[in-house]
C-alpha cells in the first residue's frame, strides 16, 4: 500500500513516473466492490476482478485496473448490462453457442469457457463461440483455465476495428488476439497471448502517454503510410479519418503483413461469423441520436482433452523436453535468454504479488474519481 | 505442351528465364507414372499427383513437381515409404492418431484429412493428430478438402529446423505452417496457408536462385545478425553453422517477432506433442552411419461442421458479406485492391489451366533424369 516513487529517466516527463503501487489483493476487492456497485451480482464481481488483476500482475497493463473507468462507461451507457439474460444453446456434445445478453465481457467469457471445459471433460473437445458479448479482457486468462484441468485452452475475440487490411487505409479488423495455453510437467505452462497487429493496442496507447516516436512499422497514417506519431494514428482513429494499426508482419507482403492480415480474418471468422456476434467493423454501434448501444462482440473458446491423442504425462514431459531444448540452444550474440511464452509473464507475476501493481499517475486519478463517486477506500 | 520463352528482364540472369510451360493434366500424369515406378499404389499415386499439381496450379512452386525428385530422394534413401502400414489409433468419437508408418506424406495426410471430415460429419469436429510421416506439400490442400464438405478444415505441420526462436541464433523449428480453409457463399473460398516464418522457405530458394539479395528481415547468418544473402543462409543450414529464417515479425520483439515464434512453438506442440511425433528439431534423424533415418514429421487437422454453431446458409452469407466489406474498404493510396486469401491462389489456378505450368529450367533437369532413368515420357 506504500505509494513509490519510480525511477526518473532523463527526458521523460515527470507526470509518467509519478506512479503509485497498489497491492492486488486489495486491488482486486476495490475492483470487485465498484462493479458490485453498477450492478454485477457477487459472484460476478469476483470473478471480473480476478480476470482483471491478473492482467495488471502479468504485466498487461493497458487490460488490468486501467481499463476499469472503460467498463464503468460502458454500464453507464448501456454498452455493457451487469445482469445479463446469458443464453446456452447446446448444439452438439462438443459445440454451442452463447449468447452473452450484452453482458460484460469477462464474465460471459469465464461462463462460455467453463462450458467448453465441461465439454471437453465428458466429450474430449469443447468448442464455444460467443456472440452479444463486451470487451473481455486478456485472452490468455480463459486460456490457463483449461490448462489447470490439464487441457489445451484456445481463445480469440474480435474487437474494435483498428486494424488495417494489406494494402488497406482504414480500419476494419480488430486487433484480434489468439491465445494458446499448453500444460507442461515441471515447467511453466506455455501461454501464446497475442494481437495479431504488429503491436497491440495498448503499447501505442503507452507511446501516445510518454509521446514517444512509434517505430515505423506499427501503425499509419490516414493515407496509409507508415507514421511514428502515435498521438496522430489516435485522433484519425478517433475521427475515423482512416489509418490505424498494421497486421503482424507489417505493411505491405514483403515480410508477410499479409499474414497477420490473414490471421485476423480467421479470428474475426472464429469470433463473430461462427457466433452470430457483429464483425469487427460493425462492433460498437450508435443509435441515430448518436447514443452508444450493446457493442456485440464475438469471442471464441476451444478446450482439447490430450488423452484424446495420447497419454497426459507423456505429453507433458515432451512439453518440458521442447521448452528445454529451445531455451538452451545457442543465443543470438549479446543476448543471454531464449524465453517461452508465458514465461515474462509468470515472473511478473511474482514480483507483482511481492511489490505491488503499478497504478500509473492517470489511470489512479481515474480511480479517484470512482472512488470518490461512489464513496469505496481506495487501495492507495 | 508448347515450350515458352517467358520474358527476360534487364539485369537478371537468362537461366531463370528459359522456363518451359507444362499441361497441368499431363504433368499429373507423369508425376503419377513416377509415383507408381517407385512402389506407390495407384490409387495413392493419383492423390498425390494431384496434390503436388494443385500446388502448381495455385502458383506455389515450391511445393509441386520442383518437390519431385526430392520426394525420389526420399524414396531411395528410405526416408519415406510407398507402401506404408498406416494404423489409425481411435481415440474418441472426435479425435484420432494416425501413424504414417513413415509413409508418403501427401497420401498419409489425404488420409489422416479423411478421417477428421469422417468424424466431423458424424460427430461435429473431428481432430486427428499424425505422427511418423513425411514432409505433405501444401497445408492448403487437406483445409480445401473440408471445404468441399462445407465445413472449416485446419492443418498444420511441423518441418526440418530451419526457423530461430526470438534471440535464438540456431534454426529450432520448422517453417510450421497453418492453413485454415472457410467455405462461402458465391465468393471464392477463404484460404490462409502460411508459414509461421516471415518469409516461405520457397521464397528464399527462389531469392538463391536469381541471386538478388533478400530484404534484411527474411533470415540472419551464423551469428543471429539479419543477412541480405540468401546462398550463405542455405550454406550454414546445410553445414548446421547457424543461422536460419526469422519468425514472421522478424528480428527480437519490436515488430512482434515473438508472435511468429510463438505461431510456430504452437504448432509445433499439435503436430508433434499431440502425435508423439518428432519435434522439428529431430525430424530427418541419420542412422550411426550417416544414412537417413524416417524422418517423422508430424501433422495436424481439424474439421470444424458449421451446424455445430450457427445454420451453414446465414454462415456462408455472413463470410460473403465479410469479404466484400473487405475487399470494398479504402484503398492504401497507390494501390486498388485489397485481397482475401485464397484469390490469388484461385486466379492463379484458373491461369495456369489455361496457359500451363511454368517449369524452370533447374527443375526441368531434373524431371528429364527421373524421365530417362525410368523410361517415362516427359510432358514437355
Not at 29 to 44: E, H, I, N, Q
Not at 232 to 242: E, I, T
Not at 260 to 279: D, K, M, N, Q
Request: aromatic fraction near 8%; glycine fraction near 10%; hydrophobic fraction near 40%.
Amino acid at each position: 500500500v506504500t505509494p513509490h516513487l519510480h525511477g526518473i529517466e532523463a527526458g521523460s516527463s515527470l507526470k509518467d513516473h509519478l506512479t503509485i503501487t497498489a497491492n492486488a489483493d486489495e486491488l482486486r476487492v476495490f475492483c470487485a466492490r465498484v462493479l458490485k456497485r453498477f450492478g454485477v451480482p457477487s459472484d460476478d464481481a469476483e470473478i471480473a476482478s480476478d480476470i482483471l488483476i491478473e492482467s495488471d500482475l502479468r504485466g498487461i497493463d493497458s487490460h488490468g485496473i486501467a481499463h476499469l473507468s472503460r467498463y464503468v462507461y460502458d454500464f453507464q451507457h448501456g454498452v455493457a448490462c451487469p445482469q445479463p439474460n446469458i443464453e446456452i444453446v447446446e448444439k452438439s456434445p462438443v459445440t454451442a453457442v452463447v449468447d452473452g445478453g450484452g453482458g460484460f465481457g469477462p464474465v460471459v467469457a469465464y461462463k462460455a469457457m467453463e462450458l467448453a471445459i465441461s465439454k471437453a471433460k465428458n466429450n474430449y473437445l469443447g468448442f464455444v463461440a460467443v456472440r452479444n458479448s463486451n470487451h473481455y479482457g486478456i485472452a490468455g486468462y480463459y486460456t490457463m483455465m483449461a490448462v489447470k484441468h490439464d487441457m489445451i485452452g484456445i481463445a480469440t475475440t474480435n474487437a474494435k476495428p483498428n486494424v488495417l487490411p494489406t494494402f488497406g487505409r482504414s480500419g476494419v479488423l480488430g486487433t484480434n488476439p489468439i491465445s494458446i495455453a499448453v500444460p507442461t510437467d515441471r515447467e511453466r505452462p506455455f501461454v501464446l497471448d497475442m494481437a495479431t497487429s504488429a503491436v497491440a493496442f495498448g503499447k501505442l496507447e503507452m507511446s501516445r502517454r510518454s509521446e514517444k516516436p512509434i517505430p515505423l512499422g506499427w501503425a499509419t497514417d490516414e493515407t496509409g503510410q507508415p507514421t511514428n506519431d502515435a498521438s496522430l494514428v489516435f485522433r484519425n482513429l478517433d475521427k475515423q479519418k482512416g489509418g490505424g494499426l498494421l497486421p503482424l508482419g507489417g505493411a505491405g507482403e514483403e515480410f508477410g503483413g499479409h499474414k497477420g492480415y490473414g490471421l485476423a480474418l480467421a479470428v474475426e471468422i472464429f469470433s463473430s461469423l461462427l457466433s452470430g456476434a457483429a464483425p469487427s467493423f460493425r462492433t460498437y454501434p450508435k443509435d441515430s441520436g448518436g447514443n452508444p448501444l450493446p457493442a456485440d462482440i464475438g469471442h471464441f473458446f476451444g478446450v482439447i482433452r490430450i488423452d484424446g491423442f495420447r497419454s497426459i504425462t507423456e505429453f507433458k514431459i515432451g512439453m518440458d523436453d521442447l521448452i528445454h531444448h529451445i531455451r538452451n540452444s545457442s543465443k543470438l550474440e549479446g543476448t543471454d535468454r531464449i524465453y517461452i511464452h508465458g514465461e515474462k509473464e509468470s515472473e511478473m507475476t511474482e514480483r507483482r504479488k511481492r511489490e505491488g501493481i503499478p497504478v500509473p499517475s492517470e489511470v489512479a486519478t481515474d480511480l479517484r474519481k470512482i472512488a470518490k463517486k461512489l464513496a469505496i477506500a481506495l487501495p492507495f
